[in-house]
């Protein structure tokens, strides 16, 4: 009669144990497949900002996603990017000042306050003029920078012209030169952060472009 009812005790016990390793395999996979959810909600519901409201993003924050930025993937493992941030009103000012002497019908625009859509927090991006596939090494950054932000509430919007300018404006130089940019390396583009001050709808994209090839 012992023996039976330890047989029965350890049948139950074998039996807890498999639905609990059941209903954790299953709790497991649920949360897989909803982290999983987020990361597709993040991209399809990101949108490039580009009204900002005054406050610059906390620097701890801002170390998070840059931290996201550099472990993009490269190629080579060469990281043929250089970044610089910047949040200082008197820089971005600045350089702005620079831009509507060149362009005063900018500054005719009474919303217009900065050359980065009025961003308060800006990060520039150089990359290495000796390897040929590093301008995609900065996009894959730059990309890794923009999702991470988005998740954390922070708005972004990348932006070529601003960087055009400072490269090709004489009185810009100034502003160059405090990037510290190195020799060999080119401010690429710069993408201007903050938090969002307005709820863009998603502009249509063309799914014709993609095509499975047999």
Do not use: H
């Amino acid at each position: 009669m012992k023996s039976i009812k330890l047989m029965l005790a350890g049948a139950s016990l074998l039996l807890c144990c498999g639905c609990g390793m059941q209903v954790k395999e299953s709790t497991t996979v649920t949360e897989k497949a909803s982290n999983e959810n987020a990361v597709i909600e993040n991209m399809m519901s990101r949108r490039s900002i580009r009204k900002y409201k005054p406050q610059a993003v906390n620097r701890d924050t801002m170390q998070i996603i840059l931290n996201c930025g550099i472990n993009a993937p490269n190629g080579q493992n060469k990281q043929s990017w250089e970044i610089r941030v910047v949040d200082n009103p008197e820089f971005i000012n600045g350089i702005t000042e620079v831009y509507k002497k060149q362009n005063p019908k900018a500054a005719e625009d009474p919303n217009f306050k900065n050359m980065f859509r009025n961003a308060p927090t800006i990060v520039f991006i150089a990359n290495d003029k000796s390897y040929d596939l590093s301008q995609i090494d900065c996009g894959l950054l730059g990309e890794n920078m923009i999702l991470s932000a988005w998740s954390m509430g922070i708005g972004s919007c990348c932006l070529g012209g601003p960087t055009r300018f400072i490269n090709s404006t004489p009185d810009a130089a100034e502003y160059l030169k405090r990037l510290e940019i190195p020799e060999g390396y080119e401010l690429l583009y710069c993408i201007a952060f903050g938090y969002p001050d307005e709820t863009p709808a998603a502009k249509p994209r063309n799914a014709e472009k993609i095509k499975f090839i047999d």
